[in-house]
């Protein structure tokens, strides 16, 4: 196992205020969401002096890159909004009855899924504003996660269908109704956290609030099987992100520590010594070779990770 040191670090002197969450786009585009969401362009492969735009939003706002990279959702406090990142111009908005919580595209970028911090939830069609599904939640989910089958994959506290947050509720295409439920059978005050699919294969990976990685076998059509645990952490896992090829993990927890693993679940490099919760890792995202990794402490460090065999 060795160690991984940060080869730049935005924000360093001040940070930027809390970050809530990190997201790379296919084209190298680094969204950090902060007061409403800063793009930084890792395209040409060299750390860029300063921001490329930002879009305004939400305290701590939710985000997400469309599948092409062309656009990005921007919790607003009141819904969410859509922006053209080559114009840097709002081309389309959408109101709930607070906060979007949570956003996720779907895969052919047809459909945005959000969740109010209420529990309102809509599944719309960004290029006309059509709502093609909507329900409420007695808790919002902690994160929703679309499939590459259509599936999508989010943990609210629901009374109909009962479901609960230590359980991940595996929705068919277009949430008409749950086909799977994952819940391991163990956990009943642990909540998921947080998810992350693999680009390559069937792996659905899942952190847990007691520091665990959970990995589950999601074939689409079949219920999840539960395969390796992953025990590292001390903490809440606040974020995943498989490299682009699909062969490493990287998980991010509240402790201050970030662990990579092989998708056989080895731990192949960390962060350094484990710090004090004040630098606790609030997300990961993974481009390339370059993983980004943000503290509590508003800062985003940056790091090579050596290719695995």
């Not at 409403?36 to 921001?51: A, H, K, N, Q, R």
């Not at 945005?112 to 599944?123: D, K, M, P, R, W």
């Not at 539960?226 to 998980?251: C, E, K, Y």
Request: hydrophobic share 40%; with cysteine; aromatic share 10%.
């Amino acid at each position: 196992m060795q160690t991984l040191s940060p080869f730049a670090i935005l924000y360093k002197e001040h940070g930027v205020g809390p970050i809530s969450h990190l997201a790379f786009s296919s084209q190298g585009l680094l969204a950090i969401g902060c007061r409403g969401v800063d793009i930084w362009d890792f395209s040409s492969e060299t750390v860029p002096d300063d921001s490329r735009v930002a879009f305004g939003g939400a305290y701590m706002a939710a985000l997400a890159f469309s599948p092409d990279g062309r656009h990005i959702a921007v919790g607003q406090e009141h819904g969410t909004a859509i922006f053209d990142i080559a114009t840097a111009t709002k081309i389309q908005e959408h109101r709930l009855d607070g906060e979007a919580d949570v956003l996720a595209w779907s895969p052919d970028g047809r459909y945005l899924a959000i969740c109010s911090e209420y529990g309102q939830y809509h599944v719309w069609m960004p290029e006309t504003g059509e709502v093609i599904q909507e329900r409420h939640f007695e808790l919002p989910p902690l994160f929703l996660l679309w499939l590459s089958d259509e599936h999508l994959a989010a943990n609210p506290f629901t009374l109909s269908p009962p479901c609960s947050m230590w359980q991940v509720q595996l929705w068919k295409a277009m949430q008409t109704e749950v086909e799977h439920l994952i819940d391991d059978g163990e956990r009943r005050c642990d909540d998921y956290t947080c998810a992350a699919m693999s680009p390559n294969s069937t792996t659905l990976a899942l952190g847990t609030t007691d520091g665990f990685v959970q990995l589950w076998q999601a074939a689409s059509g079949a219920a999840p099987q539960q395969g390796i645990v992953l025990s590292f952490h001390m903490n809440t896992v606040q974020g995943l992100a498989w490299s682009p090829d699909g062969t490493r993990l990287a998980s991010g927890a509240a402790d201050g520590h970030v662990a990579v693993w092989s998708e056989r679940g080895e731990l192949l490099f960390h962060t350094g010594s484990r710090r004090s919760g004040s630098l606790g890792i609030q997300d990961v995202a993974w481009w390339q070779d370059v993983l980004a990794v943000a503290d509590n402490a508003g800062r985003v460090a940056l790091y090579h990770v050596p290719a695995h065999e």
